[in-house]
T-cell receptor
Framework: SQKIEQNSEALNIQEGKTATLTCNYT??????LQWYRQDPGRGPVFLLL?????KEKRKERLKVTFDTTLKQSLFHITASQPADSATYLCAPPVDAGNMLTFGGGTRLMVKP | GAVVSQHPSRVICKSGTSVKIECRSLDFQATTMFWYRQFPKQSLMLMATSNEGSKATYEQGVEKDKFLINHASLTLSTLTVTSAHPEDSSFYIC?????????????FGDGTRLSIL
């Protein structure tokens, strides 16, 4: 069955460092993948979409990579700030139905 | 930007009560709306997908008679939890997609925390 795995353990980093979050998927090949940010008690907010023919996508301090061979997407936040602290969700579509399936999310804590 | 408003943000009610949650797209027309359920420290689980003017498509294991969805217009979808019980307590989140293209991002409401006593 299709699986999406994100590191369930919180990632703690120091302000100013680069945070790298991992999303691995198995048993299927999504044509694209979306990343969302979710703050406690709030709904997710869309950040970036990367397509299978794109190796890398950037938006301000955010960078997403998509390695279809490794079946992995990496989400980077450079020059991290305490305000970046949140849970980050990866969401590839499920087959031809294109319904998004959300990973369990990784909680990022940026300490000043 | 695309804004989705979800109301109410929190509901506390007695077992057996039916609860209605509204999801509105404020500045765009939503061809498709989605309803999710999220337990603490877990991911969003899709409950159903609704398209304006047609019946909702429910995910496996979701009781359609328990969770009634109405998508009466391009800007409003409602989820009614009928005869709610304590096990229905959860965080319910709606989202809306502005275009029919599946790759379009979803815009989420801020969720409804439902507590059944």
């Amino acid at each position: 069955s299709q699986k999406i795995e994100q590191n369930s353990e919180a990632l703690n980093i120091q302000e100013g460092k680069t945070a790298t979050l991992t999303c691995n998927y198995t048993n299927y090949s999504p044509a694209y993948l979306q990343w969302y940010r979710q703050d406690p008690g709030r709904g997710p907010v869309f950040l970036l979409l990367i397509r299978e023919n794109e190796k890398e996508k950037r938006k301000e301090r955010l960078k997403v990579t998509f390695d279809t061979t490794l079946k992995q997407s990496l989400f980077h936040i450079t020059a991290s700030q305490p305000a970046d602290s949140a849970t980050y969700l990866c969401a590839p579509p499920v087959d031809a139905g294109n319904m998004l399936t959300f990973g369990g999310g990784t909680r990022l804590m940026v300490k000043p | 930007g695309a804004v989705v408003s979800q109301h109410p943000s929190r509901v506390i009610c007695k077992s057996g009560t039916s609860v209605k949650i509204e999801c509105r797209s404020l500045d765009f027309q939503a061809t498709t709306m989605f309803w999710y359920r999220q337990f603490p420290k877990q991911s969003l689980m899709l409950m159903a997908t609704s398209n304006e003017g047609s019946k909702a498509t429910y995910e496996q294991g979701v009781e359609k008679d328990k969770f009634l969805i109405n998508h009466a217009s391009l800007t409003l979808s409602t989820l009614t939890v009928t005869s709610a019980h304590p096990e229905d307590s959860s965080f319910y989140i709606c989202s809306a997609r502005a275009h029919s293209a599946n790759r379009e991002p979803q815009h989420f409401g801020d969720g409804t925390r439902l507590s059944i006593l």
